[in-house]
Nanobody, 120 residues
Framework: QVQLVESGGGLVQAGGSLRLSCAASGSIFRINAMGWYRQAPGKERELVAEAERAGTTTYSDSVKGRFTISRDNANNTVYLQMNSLKPEDTAVYYC??????????????WGQGTQVTVSS
Protein backbone atom coordinates (compact mmCIF):
# COMPACT_ATOMS: atom_id res chain seq x y z
CA GLN A 1 0.00 0.00 0.00
CA VAL A 2 1.17 3.50 -0.84
CA GLN A 3 0.51 6.63 1.21
CA LEU A 4 0.83 10.23 0.05
CA VAL A 5 1.02 12.90 2.74
CA GLU A 6 0.67 16.54 1.77
CA SER A 7 1.62 19.64 3.72
CA GLY A 8 2.04 23.36 3.22
CA GLY A 9 -1.44 24.64 2.49
CA GLY A 10 -2.97 27.62 4.23
CA LEU A 11 -4.33 31.11 3.93
CA VAL A 12 -2.40 33.76 2.03
CA GLN A 13 -3.13 37.16 0.56
CA ALA A 14 -3.25 37.69 -3.19
CA GLY A 15 0.25 38.10 -4.56
CA GLY A 16 1.72 35.91 -1.87
CA SER A 17 3.44 32.53 -2.03
CA LEU A 18 3.02 29.06 -0.65
CA ARG A 19 4.99 25.86 -1.03
CA LEU A 20 3.24 22.50 -1.00
CA SER A 21 5.04 19.25 -0.27
CA CYS A 22 3.96 15.66 -0.79
CA ALA A 23 5.86 12.64 0.48
CA ALA A 24 5.10 9.13 -0.73
CA SER A 25 5.79 6.04 1.35
CA GLY A 26 4.94 2.37 1.46
CA SER A 27 5.20 -0.39 -1.12
CA ILE A 28 7.08 1.61 -3.75
CA PHE A 29 9.41 0.20 -6.37
CA ARG A 30 9.43 3.30 -8.52
CA ILE A 31 7.31 6.39 -8.95
CA ASN A 32 6.77 7.53 -12.52
CA ALA A 33 4.77 10.76 -12.78
CA MET A 34 4.00 12.84 -9.70
CA GLY A 35 1.79 15.84 -9.78
CA TRP A 36 -0.70 18.20 -8.25
CA TYR A 37 -4.39 18.56 -8.97
CA ARG A 38 -6.88 20.98 -7.46
CA GLN A 39 -10.60 21.15 -6.95
CA ALA A 40 -12.48 24.32 -6.21
CA PRO A 41 -16.06 24.28 -4.81
CA GLY A 42 -18.53 23.36 -7.51
CA LYS A 43 -15.82 22.57 -10.03
CA GLU A 44 -14.19 19.41 -11.32
CA ARG A 45 -10.72 18.36 -10.23
CA GLU A 46 -8.12 19.69 -12.65
CA LEU A 47 -4.45 19.15 -13.31
CA VAL A 48 -2.20 21.91 -11.99
CA ALA A 49 1.26 20.52 -12.72
CA GLU A 50 2.96 17.21 -13.28
CA ALA A 51 6.57 16.04 -13.32
CA GLU A 52 7.85 12.88 -14.94
CA ARG A 53 10.62 10.96 -13.23
CA ALA A 54 13.13 12.04 -15.87
CA GLY A 55 12.25 15.69 -15.33
CA THR A 56 9.70 16.61 -17.98
CA THR A 57 7.09 18.96 -16.54
CA THR A 58 3.58 19.97 -17.56
CA TYR A 59 1.58 22.94 -16.32
CA SER A 60 -1.95 24.11 -16.78
CA ASP A 61 -2.16 27.38 -18.68
CA SER A 62 -3.64 29.11 -15.64
CA VAL A 63 -0.50 28.59 -13.53
CA LYS A 64 2.31 28.80 -16.10
CA GLY A 65 4.94 31.29 -15.05
CA ARG A 66 3.67 31.40 -11.46
CA PHE A 67 3.94 27.82 -10.17
CA THR A 68 6.95 25.51 -10.26
CA ILE A 69 6.87 21.77 -9.68
CA SER A 70 9.95 19.87 -8.57
CA ARG A 71 10.79 16.38 -7.38
CA ASP A 72 13.21 14.65 -5.06
CA ASN A 73 13.23 11.15 -6.50
CA ALA A 74 15.52 9.79 -3.80
CA ASN A 75 12.93 10.69 -1.17
CA ASN A 76 9.77 10.13 -3.25
CA THR A 77 8.73 13.72 -2.69
CA VAL A 78 7.18 16.33 -4.94
CA TYR A 79 6.90 20.06 -4.31
CA LEU A 80 4.79 22.84 -5.74
CA GLN A 81 6.09 26.37 -5.34
CA MET A 82 3.20 28.76 -5.87
CA ASN A 83 3.99 32.44 -6.41
CA SER A 84 1.83 35.41 -7.32
CA LEU A 85 -1.20 33.65 -5.96
CA LYS A 86 -4.64 34.79 -7.06
CA PRO A 87 -8.05 34.33 -5.41
CA GLU A 88 -8.96 31.96 -8.24
CA ASP A 89 -6.19 29.62 -7.08
CA THR A 90 -8.28 28.88 -4.00
CA ALA A 91 -8.99 25.14 -3.92
CA VAL A 92 -8.15 21.87 -2.28
CA TYR A 93 -4.86 20.69 -3.74
CA TYR A 94 -4.28 16.96 -4.15
CA CYS A 95 -1.02 15.16 -4.68
CA UNK A 96 -1.04 12.34 -7.23
CA UNK A 97 1.50 9.65 -8.05
CA UNK A 98 1.70 6.92 -10.66
CA UNK A 99 3.42 4.14 -8.73
CA UNK A 100 5.01 0.84 -9.67
CA UNK A 101 4.71 -1.11 -6.44
CA UNK A 102 7.06 -3.71 -5.00
CA UNK A 103 4.64 -6.34 -6.34
CA UNK A 104 5.13 -4.79 -9.80
CA UNK A 105 1.61 -3.47 -9.93
CA UNK A 106 0.89 -0.07 -11.43
CA UNK A 107 -1.44 2.09 -9.40
CA UNK A 108 -2.47 5.68 -9.18
CA UNK A 109 -2.51 7.08 -5.66
CA TRP A 110 -3.90 10.28 -4.16
CA GLY A 111 -3.18 12.31 -1.08
CA GLN A 112 -5.86 13.48 1.31
CA GLY A 113 -5.76 17.05 0.02
CA THR A 114 -4.61 20.34 1.49
CA GLN A 115 -6.62 23.56 1.46
CA VAL A 116 -5.17 26.66 -0.21
CA THR A 117 -7.11 29.86 0.30
CA VAL A 118 -6.10 33.13 -1.35
CA SER A 119 -7.77 36.27 -0.07
CA SER A 120 -8.22 39.37 -2.21
Amino acid sequence: QVQLVESGGGLVQAGGSLRLSCAASGSIFRINAMGWYRQAPGKERELVAEAERAGTTTYSDSVKGRFTISRDNANNTVYLQMNSLKPEDTAVYYCNANVLTLLRRVERDWGQGTQVTVSS
